[in-house]
């Protein structure tokens, strides 16, 4: 407000640097590395988009290389914001980290700055408990894998893993660095407009040993992908399941405006949740498999999917202590309205997927309502608990009263509505994107 003027670049607006900076500082502070720091103005830590333990320490995450501790008694930030390129040479990181059952964090992030071309890097955070030294301090790049394009890197949002390997989808959803290192004061480019989405370039699975961090040779490639969010993986019979909630089509990030980004998306490109099948061994993949070895290149295989869910859905959630396992159910946001009319995000119902029978169950929250995505918690009173043993929780805003909040409680075996609380607020609620359970008696917070 002081200064009169955006000065923070978020996703879709481009902040106007102090004019008083050179255009040679502006270029030096657009590639962050741990050797050199920038100005931390001139980069987003609006930290909107998930939560997440690492350790004892509760971190707000969004895509940028920022992060920020919290207090989680009173939401108040903890000291300065973390710079993640100060421990390991990244770009960026995404908002959906893994955790695994000894409180291990799994993320990825890209190096942009790489000495062969930019790299999507894999980053494990070993847990730290009882200290107040940065729960980033012991940060470790696991693996690293070379993008397609030395100029034009993917875009993703999340990644899956298994018991012991880790599943990332390099989609057609380029981010040009050619055009980004010219983004300045007179050429205002923000991140979405050096986006730009190549619908006749195949969708691209690569797999990494958790273990090792070694890259397995065969690439999984598909048409017509893209992705936000992996729903679960696990393998069976030497082969990896990979469930992701997929588009038909990128271009929709693209095309939508602030406040009616809903209208960029069409019925006909709703996310719907599909099932890829990778076979690890390209000469033993099973006469019914969707997959194919490509002629003449043995480390090629092509993948279709099966579509367990064709309706919209998006914001897929599990049961977690599956997460990496075999599971039965998704759960996540959809749309009870006519097919020819579901436009996402507008959402008023929330979805149980058996991923086995492809069936649905579903709740229904009323017309002129958002709902956020569902939070799958455990019954806690129940020794040997199935998995949907427990509830969701979710948050509902209301188009009529923006000043409205409701918090719901599904029961997730029968998706019938236990409780719900309503709030009043004193301004606008916006909507959120992801959120994170945390019982105060578990030492290892999962999602």
């Known amino acids: 407000m002081a200064a009169e003027r955006i000065v923070v670049t978020e996703f879709g607006t481009f902040g106007i640097p102090d004019p ?17 720091k920038p100005k931390d103005d001139q980069h987003s830590d609006n930290c909107s988009v998930n939560v997440a333990y690492y350790g004892d320490q509760l971190y707000a995450m969004t895509e940028t290389p920022f992060t920020r501790r919290i207090n989680p008694e009173t939401l108040q930030t903890i000291g300065s914001k973390t710079r993640i390129p100060d421990y390991v040479t990244v770009n960026d990181a995404t908002a959906h980290p893994h955790i695994l059952k000894d409180g291990t964090v799994l993320n990825m992030g ?12 894999i980053i494990q955070v070993p847990p730290s408990y009882g200290t107040e030294e940065n729960a980033f301090k012991d940060a470790k790049i696991l693996a690293e894998i070379p993008a397609s394009s030395k100029h034009y890197p993917s875009y993703y949002h999340s990644f899956g893993i298994t018991e012991d390997k880790i599943i990332f989808i390099e989609q057609p959803l380029y981010f040009s660095l050619p055009k980004f290192l ?28 958790m273990k090792t961090g070694k890259i397995h040779p065969i690439v999984y490639e598909t048409d017509d992908l893209f992705t936000f969010h992996h729903a679960n993986a696990y393998e069976e019979d030497n082969q990896l399941i990979v469930d992701v909630v997929g588009f038909n089509d990128g271009q929709f990030i693209l095309n939508g405006k602030t406040g009616d980004f809903g209208n960029a998306v069409p019925g006909g490109n709703k996310g719907t949740l599909r099932r890829y099948v990778l076979p690890l061994d390209a000469s033993k993949i099973q006469s019914n498999s969707l997959a194919c070895a490509r002629p003449g290149n043995p480390k090629v295989i092509d993948i279709r999917p099966t579509f367990l869910y064709k309706r919209s859905i998006e914001f897929p959630r599990i049961n977690y ?12 946001v959809a749309t009870a309205n006519n097919i020819e009319r579901e436009v996402w995000p507008e959402t008023n119902q929330l979805a149980k997927v058996d991923v086995d029978t492809c069936s649905i169950t579903s709740w229904y929250g009323g ?13 806690p009173t129940i020794e040997d608990p199935a998995e949907d043993d427990g509830v969701l929780i979710a948050n509902i805003l209301h188009r009529g009263d923006l000043q409205k909040t409701t918090l719901v409680v599904i029961d997730a075996k029968n998706m019938t509505e236990v409780a719900s609380a309503v709030f009043k607020t004193d301004g606008c609620v ?16 999962l999602y």
């Open 20 to 36: 008083c900076d050179s255009i040679y500082g502006e270029f030096k502070s657009l590639f962050i590395t741990k050797k050199e």
């Open 367 to 379: 017309e002129d309502i958002w709902i956020s995505e569902p939070v799958f918690i455990a019954n």
């Open 430 to 445: 916006t909507s959120t994107f992801h959120g994170q359970w945390a019982n105060t008696n578990d030492k290892v917070h």
């Open 110 to 121: 890209s190096s942009y700055t790489h000495e062969k071309g930019p790299h999507y890097c």
């Open 182 to 209: 010219v983004s300045n004061s007179i050429q205002r480019h923000t991140y979405k407009d050096c986006l730009a989405w190549e619908p006749n370039t195949k969708t691209k699975f690569h797999v990494v040993c």
């Open 321 to 332: 202590t599956l997460n990496g396992l075999k599971y039965k159910f998704v759960y996540g």
